[in-house]
């Protein structure tokens, strides 16, 4: 049996991997069809068998997460967690990697497709910088207008923060790895943060000295809900995220909080207009448009719920090594 899954229930483990390469975590939340769409882009990895394991997390579903029996989905290493509570994608996370055996945890979520030489494109990229986290490519899935719109931001924020020839200061938590003993180290994802959970994860994983490197072959395809309501209120729990984001990040710099410069802001409504033709673009833009309000009206609210919890003091500083998976 596997140390310490920080209070999950194990569900089955159908075959046993002692020491894997990767260890692929699947967060999963009420998604059951694309958890097992995604479970099936793994099985067909062009990797060998015996080199990765994937732990699906079922983060409180209802009805949980079942039927992981099918005829492809047995051909690979699998563990499934089950978190007596929805806990967020952050704590889930945490917890699949609490039971991980590989020398890498690649992330991935339920909503993703990845391609068949994923986990070789992550290789790769690793082989040059072992120590390092490797974030990938993503493409958009969902076909839809909203779908585009939400892809077009995160496209325009890898440009932003990823500038070619500079080092890498971002990569979503959809594509990525990391060695497991830094992740461990330096905390894992503050679980806590239920949105802007990578982000805070790459800056604090960069101000201990380590690095981020790009892994162009590693590609996933996302397909994010569809419809203007989903669209919306994901947008503005992205704005309550970032506003805890720069909140702990002034708190560490020891000065008032900072924002993007609002020339970021004007690519993200341009990037649109630059990748698309005709009304396709534009209708794109002006969704990007729509989403930076929600976002500033989630940011706005999480200000206020802030200020009522005096501040940043419910804040906690990220823990020490050894002690954020509960096994102490």
């Not at 793994?42 to 949980?64: C, I, K, R």
């Not at 830094?182 to 943060?193: A, I, S, T």
């Not at 989403?291 to 906690?316: D, N, T, V, Y």
Request: charged fraction near 20%; include cysteine; aromatic fraction near 10%.
């Amino acid at each position: 049996m596997r140390p310490g899954y920080a209070g999950g229930v194990l569900i089955g483990i159908p075959h046993m991997t002692d020491n894997p390469t990767f260890s692929v975590i699947v967060p999963t939340y009420n998604r059951q069809s694309s958890v097992h769409a995604c479970l099936q882009s793994l099985a067909q990895q062009n990797y060998p068998a015996a080199g990765f394991e994937v732990v699906v997390v079922d983060d409180g579903s209802s009805p949980p997460v079942r039927d992981t029996s099918r005829a492809e989905i047995r051909k690979m290493n699998l563990i499934l967690l089950r978190s007596p509570q929805n806990e967020g994608p952050a704590a889930a996370r945490n917890r699949g990697a609490s039971c991980a055996r590989g020398r890498y945890l690649a992330f991935t979520d339920d909503d993703c497709r990845p391609d068949a030489n994923w986990l070789a494109g992550l290789e790769s990229a690793l082989a040059v910088a072992p120590a390092s986290a490797a974030g990938g490519h993503m493409i958009d899935g969902g076909g839809d207008l909203f779908s585009a719109a939400s892809h077009s931001i995160l496209e325009a924020s890898y440009d932003h923060y990823n500038e070619t020839g500079g080092t890498p200061r971002f990569f979503a938590s959809l594509n990525l790895a990391v060695p497991t003993k830094e992740f461990r180290e330096v905390g894992g994802f503050l679980p806590e943060f239920r949105t802007s959970e990578d982000r805070e994860f790459c800056a604090r994983w960069l101000r201990h000295g380590h690095s981020l490197v790009f892994a162009p072959d590693a590609v996933v395809v996302h397909k994010s809900p569809g419809g203007l309501r989903p669209f919306l209120r994901r947008h503005y729990h992205y704005g309550k995220g970032a506003y805890r984001f720069r909140t702990l990040q002034a708190k560490y710099r020891k000065r008032r909080m900072e924002l993007e410069p609002s020339v970021f802001y004007w690519q993200l409504i341009r990037h649109p207009l630059a990748k698309h033709a005709g009304m396709r673009g534009v209708g794109i833009s002006f969704l990007v448009a729509v989403s930076q309000i929600a976002s500033f009206l989630g940011f706005l609210a999480e200000r206020r719920h802030a200020k009522r919890a005096h501040g940043a003091s419910a804040l906690r500083t990220p823990p020490a090594a050894g002690g954020w998976m509960g096994t102490d």
